[in-house]
């Protein structure tokens, strides 16, 4: 119900009241009282019901790689807009995009646009996306504390992950590598990176980001791979809990090169200026919903000042920001 709408409706029962309430004082009062309430309740449920871009109920399918992120967004977001309700659905990454193209859902989160291919396939269904980089993120490494080897280079890791070097160095333990599902977005990022098709057979999947976490904290050969997400956030105490028992693995491109961790500086430096750390990837924010629907709201908000200041606080770095970097030595 809209504002104009609602003032008129009550003058209009001031006037009524003015000329009936001399002739039934206690009546009249009694039900224009009811009358009113039964008008404010109505028009609250019809403003639940709509979709607009502060109201309504919507699916969002998320790679399950950025949960820890949407699930404070979208506290933030239903905190500012009561009358709004995002149901999010935390998949992998090939889940999301099949979702939003057998209409399942109007927005998804993945680590990559649709290509130009697919944009005009989806147009030849009548489906027109608006896309936007919400965000650069990491993949991270992690090991159990008692691991030693807590350095590695990425050719060194494509080795591993073609199985061509299965051993940890230190222990001459095999290494079990573990990430959180096929399909999902680490798993992409792994075969783009090593160039292969399949994994070998002592890389296999669990069901989240979450259960490799607790995988690497209870097996010693175990080597994580994670989204940056899960660990980065120092003001997050559920983020805390799941890095204590860990211990986060420093990567360099090549031997001889220097080692870095997925700090915010270095994934910054790694995104924009190819160096530091080097397992970056973009956060993509898609959406087929209307510009004034809940769909939209929501990417609004994801894409202006509250949404990006969440994501930088996540320690991700938000999509559009210009940073200038300021090395500090000490005399």
Same mark, same amino acid.
């Given at each position: 119900?809209?504002?104009?709408?609602?003032?008129?409706?009550?003058?209009?029962?001031?006037?009524?009241?003015?000329?009936?309430?001399?002739?039934?004082?206690?009546?009249?009062?009694?039900?224009?009282?009811?009358?009113?309430?039964?008008?404010?309740?109505?028009?609250?449920?019809?403003?639940?019901?709509?979709?607009?871009?502060?109201?309504?109920?919507?699916?969002?399918?998320?790679?399950?790689?950025?949960?820890?992120?949407?699930?404070?967004?979208?506290?933030?977001?239903?905190?500012?807009?009561?009358?709004?309700?995002?149901?999010?659905?935390?998949?992998?990454?090939?889940?999301?995009?099949?979702?939003?193209?057998?209409?399942?859902?109007?927005?998804?989160?993945?680590?990559?646009?649709?290509?130009?291919?697919?944009?005009?396939?989806?147009?030849?269904?009548?489906?027109?996306?608006?896309?936007?980089?919400?965000?650069?993120?990491?993949?991270?490494?992690?090991?159990?504390?008692?691991? /030693?080897?807590?350095?590695?280079?990425?050719?060194?890791?494509?080795?591993?992950?073609?199985?061509?070097?299965?051993?940890?160095?230190?222990?001459?333990?095999?290494?079990?590598?573990?990430?959180?599902?096929?399909?999902?977005?680490?798993?992409?990022?792994?075969?783009?990176?090593?160039?292969?098709?399949?994994?070998?057979?002592?890389?296999?999947?669990?069901?989240?980001?979450?259960?490799?976490?607790?995988?690497?904290?209870?097996?010693?050969?175990?080597?994580?791979?994670?989204?940056?997400?899960?660990?980065?956030?120092?003001?997050?105490?559920?983020?805390?809990?799941?890095?204590?028992?860990?211990?986060?693995?420093?990567?360099?491109?090549?031997?001889?090169?220097?080692?870095?961790?997925?700090?915010?500086?270095?994934?910054?430096?790694?995104?924009?200026?190819?160096?530091?750390?080097?397992?970056?990837?973009?956060?993509?924010?898609? /959406?087929?919903?209307?510009?004034?629907?809940?769909?939209?709201?929501?990417?609004?908000?994801?894409?202006?000042?509250?949404?990006?200041?969440?994501?930088?606080?996540?320690?991700?770095?938000?999509?559009?920001?210009?940073?200038?970097?300021?090395?500090?030595?000490?005399?």
């Amino acid at each position: 119900m809209q504002f104009l709408e609602l003032y008129a409706f009550i003058h209009f029962t001031l006037i009524i009241k003015e000329n009936l309430i001399k002739l039934f004082p206690m009546k009249v009062s009694f039900s224009i009282a009811v009358l009113a309430l039964f008008f404010l309740s109505s028009c609250n449920n019809s403003m639940e019901g709509k979709n607009t871009t502060s109201s309504g109920d919507i699916p969002v399918y998320l790679e399950e790689s950025f949960r820890p992120l949407f699930e404070t967004s979208i506290y933030t977001f239903e905190g500012q807009f009561p009358l709004a309700k995002i149901r999010p659905e935390y998949v992998a990454e090939t889940k999301a995009f099949d979702a939003f193209i057998n209409g399942s859902t109007s927005t998804i989160c993945v680590t990559r646009d649709f290509t130009d291919a697919e944009k005009k396939s989806l147009r030849t269904k009548n489906i027109e996306v608006r896309s936007h980089k919400i965000a650069i993120d990491a993949v991270s490494l992690i090991v159990h504390p008692e691991n /030693t080897d807590t350095l590695m280079t990425v050719d060194r890791l494509k080795r591993i992950l073609r199985g061509t070097d299965s051993l940890w160095q230190g222990s001459k333990r095999k290494i079990n590598v573990v990430f959180d599902s096929p399909n999902s977005a680490n798993f992409n990022y792994l075969k783009q990176l090593a160039d292969i098709s399949q994994l070998p057979v002592n890389v296999f999947a669990v069901n989240s980001n979450e259960e490799v976490i607790n995988f690497v904290k209870e097996n010693r050969n175990a080597l994580g791979i994670i989204g940056v997400n899960w660990i980065s956030d120092e003001d997050d105490p559920s983020t805390l809990d799941f890095r204590d028992g860990l211990k986060i693995v420093a990567l360099a491109k090549s031997e001889g090169d220097e080692y870095f961790k997925p700090y915010q500086a270095y994934i910054y430096e790694g995104y924009h200026m190819n160096k530091s750390y080097p397992l970056v990837r973009e956060v993509w924010l898609i /959406t087929k919903g209307g510009r004034m629907s809940l769909d939209g709201g929501f990417v609004n908000f994801m894409i202006g000042e509250k949404g990006q200041l969440i994501i930088q606080k996540a320690s991700l770095i938000p999509g559009d920001m210009v940073a200038r970097m300021v090395k500090v030595t000490e005399k």
